[in-house]
């Protein structure tokens, strides 16, 4: 196929399609890997808004403009095996000649010298198209759709269930805002858990989105209507899920007035991004956009004051009963600059329940079949179940993945595995290929949300017990030791999850094609960079992480 037949077939902008089978468009299964997954992430059934190149996030990016992504192809397609291709936000900028053992893509998205690293700075310079916000798996081409943060959306709710309501979240009300691509993993998480969702959007499509691909059961535009859904299935312990198109503040503040206290509340409107991110109460989207455009001062400060509003609702809920936390997009930050001063009366989810598994080197692994087939995850499925017939709570996640995940794009499967099972999975995976029971090489990667690879004192380092939260050299060394280990495509970004100044954080992808290469690979990749999240966890003193290290023998 010529390279104008490729675009036309899989790159007319804004429809984007990965290429599927066993048959190489690129000269190597390394460079056909982040092609198909660059398109991947474009792909209108796992993209928000291809249209922008949006993938996820608020204004998560997968390339900077529609220029850069045809470069990007055809220098992808272009790519030797013993070459590595360099993206500056979004942008390919060069080739250069490396080894066949190097990574075949350099990645990195979003990086500020830190006195400027805020978003007006970074906005200047997007204004003039030389900066991208790469969020992190947008930028670094390993998205897979809502499931990607559905396992660790579930744990998360699953382990506030143990923590406060011994056992589990049934007969339980559970109240959040903002169903995009990340937050519209939060009503299947719950249900899964065993509550009642009630959760507002402002824009009706993204509720649709949900709809569409089974995250959500109902939808309605009246307030009324939700709320008496929601009573009626938590009353029947039913696991229902529910999206209202609404401010979230509106819905908190109605639901103060009509004296339902939700056992659990949270938040996942993109509040990381006060511009574009967060509307603002009392604006349509129509209304939000034009003043967005005129008079960006003036938008930010009325989204600053609507998260101060915002949250000042969550912590009248807090004060009444509600388990209240924060789920990792900054809205505290921005609240308390918007004048609510007591924005961090309530903890972040990393601190309340993720951080024990961040030091066994737990995080969201997660692996797609380049095929296209979605077989070749039930068969990796198979295989996990098989091979870990003791890890019985990833078999029911796995068996419940199943029944209820629609694949977006080419299939993929997430499941949150530690130090050690990271690497036997990869080895198990390289052998169905290896022996023909896949039709085509997988890849592996994770969320830069993991145990080791990234800096972010509002999420993921919030509260480190020896108070290293802001100090970035981790994920740069993981980045360091994912380059000189083997991945495919590595990425070092910086704003994810919780804007610009923020937050530094590394990706990796690993291609998995049944060579004795990729064996080799999958040994160092997949247990260094678990690695990296026990050794930095039993660094600042965690007992369990030092356990782990001991284990893995990691200590020196
Ligand atoms: P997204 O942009 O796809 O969706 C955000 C949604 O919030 C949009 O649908 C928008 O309409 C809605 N929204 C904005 N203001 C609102 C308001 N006032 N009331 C109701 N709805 C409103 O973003 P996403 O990918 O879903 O991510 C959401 C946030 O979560 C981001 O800040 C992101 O950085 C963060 N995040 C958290 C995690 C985690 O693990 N906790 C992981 C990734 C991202």
Known sequence: MTYSEFIKKYARHPHYKAPRGNVLNAKSWQAEAPLRMLLNNLDEEVAEDPEHLIVYGGTGQAARNKASVLKMIEMLLELEEDQ????????????????????????????????????????????????????????SWIYIGSQGILQGTYETFAACGEKYF??????????SGGLGGMGGAQPLAATIA??????????????????????????????????????EAKEMEMPVSIGLVSDIGDLLEKLLKDGIIPDVVTDQTSAHDPLHGYIPDGF??????????????????????????????MLEMQSKGSITFDYGNNLREFAKQGGEPDAFNYKGFVPEFIRPQFCEGKGPFRWAALSGEPDDIFETDRALIEHFPDNKKM????????????????????????????????????????NGKLKAPVVIGRDHLDCGSVASPYRETEGMIDGSDAISDWPLLNLLANTSSGATWVSFHHGGGVGMGYSQHAGMVLLVDGSENAEENI???????????????????????????????LKI
């Open 166 to 175: 011994n056992g589990d979240l049934k007969h339980k009300l559970l109240v």
């Open 84 to 139: 590595s291709l360099l993206v500056q936000s979004g942008k390919p900028v060069g080739i250069i000649p490396t080894h066949t053992r190097a990574p075949r893509v350099l990645i990195a998205n979003s990086n500020l010298v830190p006195e400027w690293a805020n978003w007006e700075h970074f906005n200047q310079l997007k204004e003039k198209d030389l900066i991208m916000y790469g969020q992190m798996t947008a930028g």
């Open 284 to 313: 349509s989207l129509a209304e939000a956009e034009k003043l967005r455009k005129n008079n960006p001062v003036l938008y930010k400060e009325k989204s600053l004051k609507s998260m101060a509003r915002h949250v000042g609702f």
């Open 395 to 434: 078999i029911s996640w796995i068996q419940q993945a199943q029944e209820k995940v629609a694949f977006q794009g080419l299939p993929s499967r997430i499941c949150w595995l530690g130090m050690g099972e990271r690497e036997k999975a990869g080895l198990i995976f390289n052998q169905l290929v290896k």
């Open 194 to 231: 065993g509550a009642t969702f009630l959760g507002a959007d402002v824009n009706p499509a993204r509720i649709e989105k949900r709809l569409q691909t089974r995250y959500i059961d109902k939808m309605t535009y009246s307030y009324e209507e939700a709320r008496d859904w929601a009573l």
């Open 523 to 553: 040994k160092r990749v997949l247990r260094n960079d678990p690695a990296l999240g026990v050794i930095r966890h039993a660094d600042a003193g965690y007992e369990k992480a030092e356990e782990v290290a001991h284990k893995f023998s």
